[in-house]
């Protein structure tokens, strides 16, 4: 049987190897070699194998037979499908979360009004990730929720690459932009929220299949 450290581990090296990937830090088409990730953990091949196999059931890796593997190239077919299955998703998550959610959990999405301390451009990477997986976990259908939240995660290596874009007056516009669905949202305007969230979502799909498709890393 495994041991829970054990698990604990191959858990620890796929979410790291998974953060390392979406950040950017291991960026599309870099090489991956169980040999050389086994010696970064410092632990066996096997769960490196593991977390690979599960990054490619993720589409942010890809076997490369008899050649070990390497990071997803980032294609614009593929950032286009995402594009669309997360607005399905996330027109879903705030008209539940407009009927559903708590009058305290919808205050609580005051916090994205502003950035805060994080007023870089390249800060609201994080800034605009918190956001929209704040609004996927207010709704209390679990399944669709996690697909939410899962999808959400995803889009941080295409939005990187169109942040460096970005203006402060277009971060600005963008934090308008969420304010709004956050008013939607606490007037319990589910059809007014999911019409200024597939707007939002519309707007930044041109802007970043625009960046990519100036990006070198796109295949």
Request: with cysteine.
């Amino acid at each position: 049987m495994i041991g829970t450290e054990t698990l604990l581990r191959r858990e620890e090296v796929y979410h790291c190897l998974r953060r390392d990937i979406l950040d950017c830090a291991l960026p599309p088409g870099t090489e991956l070699h169980e040999p050389e990730l086994a010696e970064r953990f410092a632990i066996s091949k096997s769960p490196i194998r593991d977390a690979l196999l599960r990054l490619e059931a993720e589409r942010l890796v890809v076997v490369r037979p008899r050649k070990g593997y390497k990071v997803a190239p980032v294609s614009l077919s593929d950032a286009r499908d995402l594009f669309e299955f997360r607005a399905l998703i996330e027109q879903v998550c705030v008209i539940n979360a407009a009927g559903n959610a708590s009058e305290s959990a919808l205050k609580g999405l005051d916090r994205f009004r502003s950035l805060g301390a994080a007023g870089e451009p390249s800060r609201f990477i994080v800034y605009n990730r918190g956001f929209h997986l704040a609004i996927a976990k207010l709704c209390d259908n679990r399944r669709i929720a996690q697909t939410g939240a899962g999808l959400i995660e995803q889009f941080d290596r295409l939005v990187i690459v169109s942040v460096k874009q970005l203006a402060k007056e277009e971060v600005a516009a963008l934090i308008a932009e969420h304010s709004q669905i956050i008013d939607a949202l606490q007037a319990r305007a589910g059809k007014r929220a999911a019409r200024l969230i597939s707007a939002h979502i519309g707007r930044a799909r041109r802007r970043v299949l625009s960046a990519l498709s100036q990006a070198a890393i796109v295949s």
